[in-house]
């Protein structure tokens, strides 16, 4: 069977392929989307980050394959419903960026806070403007969540151990699991309305899209602060823009953006957001943590073992898959 990685893997997760006896693997990045329908013919698995995309006509394209692994937890490079109807499974790797996505999150919350970034530009330029960066502590303070997922439960950790209060919002948050995570259980109208700072652990759906918008930014106490690593396009950036000018809200932080790289974006002429570019898995640990889930859930799937963290599917084994494929 053969494996093409179109995009950049850690080392140590080509090497748990490169190991797997049967698997012929291809390392080809930097592909047009043309040169991706082409080569995607001859392959049974393909390995992706965020870089790839991989639209219909790509799935149309590749005969042969079975199984699409993505080396993070995003999918929306991939088109799930096209692969779902050729029967091909796409999976991603949920837990590799975890720690790292909510360490990003908590650094931001922390520079945001303190006035960081700000305060390096002024004194790297010469001057030592120590009234002007006056800052927030952390301590009893209210953290909205909105998002109990994983990177979510970790932030959660980090902002109780500075002393802050938890208000969670999650569909899927139930008050037990809410009170073994020493949390307060919320309506999201609630994290609006009383959080000092909001972070946002949300993926994005129809559902979830501007989530946070101008009516919500009115809502907020003033002086809020918002922060998100989760995925572009759950604020409304040019209303946040707003409510930051208009000094309603007192700052933001964004890791991720509607469009990336952004353009023209109004948040990037404010003094008062730190931005970054999209790191949230971008250390060491997470590729490698990533790069090795992605690569043994794809070896497992194509030589029949179970079938985990699929998008598309439950988790079945090969002889149930056998019953049910297309």
């Known amino acids: 069977m053969k494996v093409l990685v179109s995009d950049t893997l850690s080392p140590v997760g080509l090497k748990v392929l490169e190991e797997e006896k049967g698997i012929v693997v291809d390392v080809k990045t930097g592909m047009t989307k043309e040169e991706l329908c082409k080569e995607i013919r001859q392959y049974d698995g393909l390995i992706v980050r965020s870089g790839t995309k ?14 699409i692994a993505r080396a993070g937890v995003g999918v929306d490079n991939i088109d799930v419903d096209a692969a779902t109807k050729r029967g ?14 909510a360490e990003l999150s908590f650094s ?50 980090r902002a109780q151990a500075f002393g802050m209060h ?17 949390v ?48 572009g396009g759950l604020v409304d950036e040019a209303a946040l823009a707003q409510a930051i000018k208009s000094g309603h809200v007192a700052g933001a932080a964004l890791d991720v953006y509607e469009q990336e790289p952004p353009r023209d974006n109004p948040l990037f002429e404010l003094d008062e957001v730190v931005l970054t570019p999209h790191l949230g898995a971008s250390t060491s ?33 090969s002889a149930t898959l056998e019953v049910i494929k297309p």
């Not at 837990?95 to 790292?100: F, L």
């Not at 938890?166 to 037990?176: G, K, R, S, V, W």
Request: hydrophobic share 45%; with cysteine.
């Open 285 to 317: 640990e997470a590729q490698q943590r990533v790069a090795v889930e992605a690569a043994r859930q794809l070896v497992d799937a194509l030589k029949g073992g179970v079938v985990r963290n699929a998008v598309n599917m439950a988790p079945v084994d």
């Open 166 to 182: 938890i208000l969670a919002y999650d569909p899927l948050l139930t008050e037990a699991r809410a009170k073994t995570l020493d």
């Open 108 to 157: 931001l919350l922390l520079a945001l806070s303190r006035n960081v970034p700000r305060a390096d530009r002024s004194l790297r330029g010469g001057k030592w403007e120590r009234k002007r960066f006056v800052g927030a502590e952390l301590y009893d303070k209210a953290l909205g969540l909105i998002g109990m997922g994983r990177v979510g439960t970790e932030v959660a950790k």
């Open 88 to 101: 091909i499974i796409v999976m991603n790797a949920p837990t590799g960026n975890t720690i790292s996505t």
């Open 184 to 231: 307060e259980c919320c309506l999201l109208d609630d994290v609006i309305e009383k959080a000092d700072y909001i972070s946002l652990h949300a993926p994005l759906t129809p559902e979830t899209h501007h989530m946070l918008g101008a009516t919500e930014f009115a809502r907020m106490k003033k002086g809020v602060r918002i922060v998100n690593c989760a995925r």
């Open 54 to 67: 991989v639209t219909a006509d790509v799935i149309d394209a590749a005969k042969k394959l079975k199984a």
